[in-house]
């Protein structure tokens, strides 16, 4: 129904920036919220950021005031700029969207992309 495909990810040095793109297309009638999740080795996976279709945002605390989530709805794509990286950034980030089908039997739909991988290391 809904595909998603990000890109953004890779090896940085701590104190360095990356910028996460997540685009989904298929059966979208409205996406309601588009979010990032991120699993570290050994760890569940957590929350880092959501944003809704009115534009109200959500941060883990760990990354308040060094990470921000947008959204294009023209292009059903959202981001998550990182900055001030730290090691403890270091996991496999996926992004989440949900919201209506366009095809009213599908129902809603609660999609996930494959995952990036974004290591923070000197």
């Known amino acids: 129904q809904v595909q998603l495909v990000e890109s953004g990810g890779g090896l940085v040095q701590p104190g360095g920036s990356l910028r996460l793109s997540c685009a989904a297309s298929g059966t979208i009638a409205r996406i309601n919220v588009m979010a990032w999740y991120r699993q570290a080795p050994g760890k569940q996976r957590e929350l880092v950021a959501a944003?809704?279709?009115?534009?109200?945002?959500n941060y883990a605390d760990s990354v308040k005031g060094r990470f921000t989530i947008s959204r294009d709805n023209a292009k059903n794509t959202v981001y998550l700029q990182m900055t001030s990286l730290k090691p403890e950034d270091t996991a496999v980030y996926y992004c989440?969207?949900?919201?209506?089908?366009?095809?009213?039997?599908?129902?809603?739909?609660?999609?996930w992309g494959q995952g990036t991988q974004v290591t923070v290391s000197s």
């Open positions: 989440n969207v949900n919201g209506p089908s366009s095809i009213r039997s599908y129902g809603y739909f609660d999609s």
């Open positions: 944003i809704t279709n009115g534009d109200v945002t």
